[in-house]
């Protein structure tokens, strides 16, 4: 029996990236239906990868310290073993473009790498929406078929948790180096105090102190900081009648699920470029976020 094909699909972080790249995976499947299909990753997009129906093998070792000589050399030999005959670079960053080296000439490239066999060499990359890049890159290395990725699999028991039979999805935080990407936590409070409906609250646990000042004003909002991975996350998204939440990988990941998703953006950060993408997604824009008023999100969103 011939041996399958081996591919290997290039993806570190960060969330909002990992689930822009939900249709490039869905893609790359549907064009190698009978590879084997690895994906180079990091830890925290490991359960949702597993769970998803368009990889045979999850590799977390992506993004070992350069300074991490044994930990760089048993990617490199791990890389350059696997025997993988093509290589989607999703991540197309220095660090990724360098496993190049790794892999070997042999394998054929799609990506930025120098000496790619199928480089993505259009010259508005830059300037194009993360997914709509990653789209052209694919179509470079030969894919036309870019079928709507399944994402029955994101989903899970969320029962422990309590919801409301109806609840409105609060995502207030985002990356803490840039706190310009911040709705602040007291204007989701009084959010949630004037929506028709309570409010449940996700982030990580370290948006703890977010949750607390919006259930100041705000008690009756549900507060799950801290208490749920990226597929319950999924879930609740699914439940929610329809999410808000600053740009961060969670509201990407609420979007993707199809909950109606309201995304509040400033001057940190181009929608145009990244701006979460699902079937019922919107994004409201206002500089500096910090001004942006109850009133204007409530229009919005349509509460």
Not at 126 to 137: C, P, S, W, Y
Not at 170 to 176: E, I, M, V
Not at 184 to 208: H, T, Y
Not at 215 to 235: C, S, V
């Amino acid at each position: 029996m011939k041996p399958a094909e081996r591919i290997l699909v290039v993806k570190l972080a960060a969330l909002g990236d990992f689930v822009q790249a939900f249709g490039p995976f869905a893609a790359i499947r549907a064009h190698h239906p009978q590879a084997e299909i690895t994906l180079l990753t990091t830890a925290p997009f490991a359960g949702l990868a597993s769970a998803s129906p368009w990889f045979d093998r999850i590799w977390t070792d992506g993004r070992p310290g350069w300074l991490n000589v044994p930990a760089v050399a048993r990617l490199a030999i791990k890389l350059r073993g696997a025997g993988f005959s093509r290589v989607y670079d999703l991540q197309t960053s220095a660090r990724s473009s360098r496993y190049r080296l790794f892999v070997g000439s042999r394998a054929e490239w799609s990506g930025v790498a120098r000496g790619a066999s199928h480089p993505d060499t259009d010259p508005r990359r830059d300037f194009l929406h993360t997914a709509d890049r990653q789209l052209g890159q694919l179509r470079a290395a030969g894919i036309a078929d870019f079928p709507l990725p399944e994402l029955a699999w994101l989903d899970a028991d969320v029962t422990e948790f309590g919801l409301p039979s109806r609840f409105a999805l609060l995502l207030p935080g985002a990356s803490a180096l840039r706190p310009g990407k911040r709705w602040p936590a007291e204007r989701f409070g009084a959010l949630a105090a004037r929506l028709d409906m309570p409010s449940v609250i996700c982030g990580i646990a370290a948006e703890a102190p977010l949750a607390a000042a919006i259930r100041a004003i705000a008690p009756q909002a549900l507060d799950l900081t801290g208490r749920t991975n990226l597929r319950e996350l999924g879930a609740i998204a699914r439940r929610a009648c329809h999410a808000i939440g600053n740009d961060s990988g969670p509201t990407h990941l609420a979007a993707a699920t199809g909950c109606p998703t309201l995304s509040l953006f400033g001057d940190e950060s181009d929608p145009v470029l990244c701006a979460p993408r699902g079937p019922a997604a919107r994004t409201l824009r206002h500089a500096p976020l910090a001004s942006l008023t109850v009133e204007e999100v409530l229009q919005a969103s349509g509460s």
